[in-house]
């Protein structure tokens, strides 16, 4: 992911990202069935919005369900991965303004290293990451572990 996809990514807001991560999750969290199943019962159709452009946020809440089904089913595994590493907290102090394509970086393979998984979704651990970035991995983790706890 390059510095200027980081930043554009960075500068989205929560419920945007949580739409990009429902999309990306999809192939990983869902079987073919269950994608089919969604789509026929209008969970991935979204009207356009009348007008259109970068000032007009990407909110979709059927990809947002998505991404609160993928946090759900994951959630217990990303916690394992990154809270309470702290390698990861001296990594964040360290990199996390200065070089944060780098932290992203390191985020994505650590998650990657832990979550066999999930490693071929390189999509879905960049949106994990920008949105690890964007909340602190402290605030992430306390907010990976309510998502976790509700039903999706």
């Not at 360290?94 to 999509?123: C, E, G, M, R, Y």
Request: aromatic share 6%.
């Amino acid at each position: 992911m390059t510095e200027v996809e980081i930043r554009e990514l960075l500068a989205a807001d929560q419920d945007e990202l949580f739409s990009v991560l429902g999309a990306a999750a999809l192939s990983s969290a869902n079987s073919p069935s269950e994608l089919l199943q969604a789509g026929r019962s209008g969970e991935l159709y979204s009207t356009a919005p009348a007008v259109l452009g970068p000032d007009i946020p990407f909110d979709h809440t059927g990809l947002k369900q998505a991404a609160r089904q993928f946090l759900h089913r994951w959630g217990a595994d990303i916690k394992r991965a990154i809270c309470g590493n702290e390698q990861l907290y001296a990594t964040e102090k360290k990199q996390a303004a200065k070089q944060v394509d780098v932290w992203v970086a390191t985020l994505v393979s650590t998650l990657a290293a832990n979550i066999h998984a999930l490693a071929p979704f390189n999509l879905v651990l960049n949106v994990l990451a920008i949105m690890i970035v964007r909340s602190g991995l402290s605030a992430f983790c306390e907010e990976i572990s309510s998502v976790a706890k509700t039903n999706p």
